[in-house]
């Protein structure tokens, strides 16, 4: 190859051809942008401003960068980011864990995923583990029998247990010969947010006879109550209204006082009033008696069903049968002369004159004023 000029030209241009291009032999200040087409081959890089050569970067490429994603390494000087595992700054983001989750805080349990050792659960001290299996510490009261866990209780307890659970079961109780006053019951206290509690049979009893309302009355209005086979039981024929007691039958084994009259077993003493009732008063078919002590008769007044009202008298001086005027006037009043008619009404009999005084003494009298009228109407 050859060149035509002299040597100063050639040594000139020589040095600006190379003047901007890197040499080995010395120092160089390189001047203006350079492109490198082929990669740059060197032992070092050096920062002049850091006073130290350039290290070579851990990861020369991100896949995926994600804002506050956490990076993975592919182990090729390339690392990853995912959209699913963040961290901002105060709680790390991801769709789940593995490990051991030593130092883990505040984890949702409804949110995990698979099955946690019993070991590393603190159960209290009720519960604890065998073999990384749950167990209960049984106390009084309870069992374990039949893989499942029993109410445990003797006979007499009063209670049982089925598949609807624990209750009171009077089957399962002694029984009582005698009720003593002191003896309890069980109560539900309505007053007190119903909490079981106690009474005395005695309590119990003032409360029934005082304070409970029993059984609606049998019957309508003015029915008197009855015992009927340890029910409340009534009759229409068995009344009481106002002040009036009324019946069809009575029976009587002792005394029966109606005023001044009394009843007693065979004994019928009528108590006699000294003024005369008035016709309109008397009902048909009936009786009234009257003693008129100034004429010392005894006076009887006769309503038939017609309504006719007969007056018979007994002079108790003479002890003879005297009918009186009545009020319609269709007889008028005549008297039996005793000597006459005693043998028919039989008052001349000495028995009858004895019944007459003992109903006389009252006290005495077997008979009373109804024996006496019996005797002297009947024909012997």
Do not use: C
């Not at 991801?94 to 070991?119: C, E, H, M, R, W």
């Not at 065998?130 to 009261?141: E, F, S, Y």
């Not at 002040?243 to 019928?268: A, E, P």
């Amino acid at each position: 190859m050859a060149y035509n000029g002299n040597s100063g030209d050639i040594f000139r241009k020589i040095e600006e051809a190379t003047s901007n291009m890197a040499t080995t032999d010395s120092d160089q200040e390189i001047d203006g942008n350079k492109e490198f087409l082929k990669p740059i081959k060197t032992s070092g890089i050096y920062d002049s401003i850091a006073k130290r050569n350039f290290v070579h970067p851990a990861i020369t490429h991100i896949e995926g960068d994600v804002e506050k994603g956490i990076l993975v390494s592919n182990a090729d000087g390339t690392a990853a980011t995912f959209g699913s595992l963040s961290f901002n700054g105060e709680s790390l983001k991801a769709p789940s864990y593995f490990g051991s989750a030593i130092g883990l805080t505040n984890l949702q349990a409804t949110q995990l995923v698979g099955k946690i050792s019993v070991d590393n659960i603190g159960l209290g001290e009720g519960f604890g583990t065998t073999n990384n299996r749950l167990k209960i510490n049984l106390g009084p009261g309870l069992e374990f029998r039949d893989n499942s866990i029993s109410f445990k209780y003797g006979p007499g307890t009063g209670l049982g247990v089925d598949d609807n659970g624990l209750y009171l079961s009077a089957d399962a109780t002694q029984k009582k010969r005698h009720v003593g006053s002191d003896d309890r019951i069980l109560v539900s206290d309505s007053n007190d947010n119903n909490d079981l509690k106690h009474v005395t049979v005695d309590t119990l009893s003032r409360y029934f006879s005082n304070t409970l309302p029993f059984r609606k009355p049998a019957g309508t209005n003015g029915q008197l109550q009855v015992n009927e086979h340890g029910q409340f039981g009534s009759s229409p024929n068995l009344l009481f209204q106002g002040d009036t007691l009324s019946t069809l039958n009575l029976s009587v084994n002792g005394t029966l006082q109606i005023g001044k009259n009394l009843i007693k077993k065979d004994r019928f003493m009528i108590h006699l009033p000294s003024d005369a009732v008035d016709n309109s008063t008397i009902p048909n078919n009936a009786f009234t008696l009257f003693l008129d002590e100034e004429q010392n008769k005894l006076m009887l007044r006769v309503k038939y069903s017609t309504g006719i009202v007969r007056n018979v008298s007994i002079d108790l001086l003479k002890k003879a049968l005297v009918q009186e005027e009545d009020d319609e006037r269709e007889n008028e009043g005549f008297l039996f002369d005793d000597d006459q008619n005693d043998n028919e009404i039989g008052i001349d009999d000495e028995g009858a004159a004895e019944d007459f005084a003992a109903l006389e003494k009252k006290e005495e009298t077997t008979g009373g004023i109804l024996g006496y009228f019996k005797s002297a109407f009947t024909k012997k």
